[in-house]
């Protein structure tokens, strides 16, 4: 507890290596919690991929299942020079399959976050064999969960369709946007600006009736105060 005060700033003063310090304790004392703050910290602010990487694999071992989606995420992805965002990050190779595996683990697991991960690795043929059916399926599992990433995946689906698999449904996309948008996904509220701006789900469908500019702006200026960058680009075209 006095790690996060120190890591969030809350009574005393903001400091992340104080934080790490407090953390260490309670995590060499087999506290998963810690573990898996020390791998979040490692990764997303020291940009020590080795040492998240530990961590998150003793949170795991010791019953904090939520890091399947953190490790998980890290092998996806992977870090070093060669990866997008991620340069100047200490290497971890990626690995669909590792990666895969650890989304299973987390969905068997009932873990939200792991839902839309492992549709796309069905989606996409990453480290497992494609399958959309199955893609679909933990997307909407992930949505009943309240997974944010899970209502924009199957949202953007629902606005194209998919052959042969999903008739394209405008109602049903803009009532996933409207959800992802309430949990605080800025790109289904950037979705929904698109699609109450042009009417336009994809390349595959258009919808000119459901066109309202107020409400396309209205999205959109939400999607950018969270820094969304293509409703930025889209509100400066418009202005």
């Known amino acids: 507890m006095l790690g996060k005060f120190y890591e969030n700033g809350i009574v005393i003063e903001f400091d992340i290596e104080k934080a790490c310090e407090c953390y260490l304790i309670s995590a060499e004392l087999g506290d998963d919690v810690s573990q898996y703050a020390l791998g979040r910290i490692y990764d997303q602010i020291f940009k020590q991929s080795k040492k998240a990487e530990y961590w998150y694999q003793r949170s795991i071992i010791n019953g904090f299942y939520h890091a399947y989606f953190a490790l998980g995420d890290m092998y996806y992805i992977g870090r070093g020079e060669n990866v997008p965002y991620f340069e100047e990050y200490e290497t971890i190779n990626r690995n669909y399959y590792t990666a895969a595996q650890l989304f299973r683990k987390g969905v068997s697991e009932n873990i939200s976050s792991c839902y839309c991960p492992l549709g796309r690795c069905y989606e996409y043929g990453h480290g497992v064999e494609e399958d959309i059916t199955m893609a679909i399926m933990l997307y909407r599992k992930g949505v009943d969960a309240n997974d944010s990433d899970a209502c924009e ?77 293509t409703a930025l680009t889209k509100l400066e075209e418009l202005c």
Request: charged share 30%.
């Open 153 to 229: 995946r199957l949202g953007e689906h629902y606005a194209d369709g998919i052959e042969g698999i999903l008739e394209p449904n405008v109602n049903e996309a803009i009532h996933l946007f409207e959800k992802g948008a309430e949990l605080g996904n800025e790109r289904c509220m950037t979705s929904l600006g698109y699609l109450y701006l042009e009417g336009e789900g994809g390349f595959v469908s258009k919808y000119p009736e459901i066109i309202d500019k107020q409400k396309g702006i209205y999205w959109l200026k939400k999607a950018a105060e969270l820094g969304d960058e």
